[in-house]
């Protein structure tokens, strides 16, 4: 399995446009995870998935921010309308078990 | 709520010498605990998973301990090298094992 893939790796847009970010699992895993990494805080939980159902989405900050999974093998984040105060690595990640996590290679968006 | 707290927070060696870094926890009642490897601009990986029955774990080079009674775990990188560099981040879960707590990391340099 070639792992969790993201993309795009790295996003430049302006603010008040839309962004979304995309993200294949591994296959056969049930869990989808999607975190923030910031160097002020670190690594944030936003939303997770079992089964393709969200089930814990706390961690969202604001109502901009939204996700779907609309099958076993994609999800999207999406951001709308986008701030520079968004600006992070975002990280999409599987797992056969809620309590691991198999991480992709983060998108980082920069928003201007 | 689970913190998760690491120190220290960036170190840097000289080639050769063994690394000690430290990860603690608030809420003993973890089912495991995950080391993390994280390279600038990528994603995370999974280095070693202790679960809460274990002492410790060893792969390689690479020896983390866990002693739930007192929230602590210890990675232990033995004869470091410049290939080691990186950010050691360790995770726990919380929420009744729902969610993973992430620390902020030890940033390591080891140097030639």
């Known amino acids: 399995d070639a792992g969790v893939i993201q993309s795009p790796r790295h996003e430049v847009t302006e603010m008040g446009q839309e962004v979304t970010l995309r993200c294949k699992p591994i296959s056969g895993h049930d869990y989808l995870f999607w975190y923030r990494q910031t160097m002020m805080r670190g690594l944030e939980l936003l939303i997770y998935?079992?089964?393709?159902?969200?089930?814990?989405d706390s961690g969202m900050p604001e109502d901009r921010f939204s996700a779907k999974m609309p099958n076993a093998s994609f999800s999207t984040l999406k951001i709308q309308p986008s701030e520079p105060r968004d600006s992070a690595v975002y990280f999409c990640?599987?797992?056969?078990?809620?309590?691991?996590?198999?991480f992709g290679q983060g998108t980082r968006l920069t928003v201007v | 709520k689970q913190e998760v707290t690491q120190i220290p927070a960036a170190l840097s060696v000289p080639e050769g010498e063994n690394l000690v870094l430290n990860c603690s926890f608030t809420?003993?009642?973890?089912?495991?605990l995950q080391w993390f490897r994280q390279d600038p601009g990528k994603g995370l990986t999974s280095l070693l998973l202790i679960q809460s029955s274990q002492r410790e774990q060893t792969s390689g080079r690479l020896n983390a301990s866990l002693d739930k009674s007192s929230g602590r775990s210890t990675l232990y990188i033995a004869a470091s090298q410049p290939g080691d560099s990186a950010t050691y981040l360790c995770a726990v879960p919380y929420y009744g094992n729902n969610r993973l707590a992430f620390g902020k990391g030890n940033q390591v340099v080891v140097i030639p």
């Open positions: 990640a599987s797992s056969p078990r809620v309590s691991e996590a198999f």
């Open positions: 809420d003993s009642a973890i089912y495991n």
């Open positions: 998935f079992n089964n393709n159902v969200p089930i814990d």
